[in-house]
């Protein structure tokens, strides 16, 4: 079956302790992105990925890293996670990386920094 | 620059009518243009794209949207519109140039009256 994978879907932490977030796709896709959703504004790109060793910022990176040295899997880590990250993380990915393909959605992940 | 506009941020019709979900954008380039629904506690499944092919453009559960350039506008509707339908609906916007960002709206909440 097609789909993306995100783990954990739930998770409570901490101010500062690092942690990542699992993707993975099994759809040979090269386009990968994150986003977070927050009420009232929406899903906003955190970071993408057209292929490969390819990333860039989205319209919020701050305080997220990311890599893609596989091309199925597309972490995300938060070195040093702070309350204003709290929200609900979703992965996708796509054909082509052009954006004019339709993106496939992970389940998403509950993130709550205390 | 991309933006994305949901026009209403709630909107609730009875089962049965029409419903009309409004979305202005704008874009440098030719975009591509999709909406996405989201159900209470799930992933988000898209609904119907455009890109740049007919105007008119027909998605899943009977839902359609028009490309009107000189409106720059991709409004979404629906003739009848039933309980299952009652979800959060999200315009996204993604230029087929250079960049490869996708812009989400902030997404418009449908309810369903009985």
């Known amino acids: 079956e097609a789909q993306v994978t995100q783990n954990p879907r739930y998770l409570i932490t901490v101010t500062g302790k690092k942690l990542t977030v699992t993707c993975s796709q099994n759809m040979n896709h090269e386009y990968m992105s994150w986003y977070r959703q927050d009420p009232g504004l929406g899903l906003r790109q955190i970071y993408y990925s057209m292929n490969v060793e390819v990333t860039d910022k989205g319209d919020v990176p701050e305080g997220y890293k990311v890599s893609r040295k596989e091309k199925r899997n597309f972490p995300l880590i938060l070195e040093s996670p702070s309350p204003n990250q709290t929200s609900l993380y979703f992965c996708?990915?796509?054909?082509?990386?052009?954006?004019?393909?339709?993106?496939?959605f992970g389940p998403g992940t509950r993130l709550t920094v205390t | 620059a991309q933006s994305v506009t949901q026009l209403d941020s709630h909107v609730s019709v009875s089962e049965g009518t029409p419903v009309l979900l409004r979305c202005n954008y704008s874009?440098?380039?030719?975009?591509?243009l999709f909406w996405y629904v989201q159900h209470p506690n799930k992933g988000l499944q898209l609904l119907l794209k455009?890109?740049?092919?007919?105007?008119l453009v027909k998605g899943i559960n009977g839902f359609e949207a028009e490309f009107k350039k000189s409106e720059t506008s991709f409004h979404l509707t629906k003739p009848s519109a039933h309980m299952s339908d009652a979800a959060e609906y999200f315009c996204v916007v993604s230029d087929t140039g250079s960049a490869s960002k996708i812009i989400f709206g902030s997404g418009t909440r449908l309810s369903i009256r009985p």
């Open positions: 874009s440098s380039y030719s975009p591509s």
């Open positions: 996708a990915s796509s054909l082509l990386g052009q954006g004019n393909y339709e993106q496939y």
């Open positions: 455009y890109t740049s092919a007919a105007t």
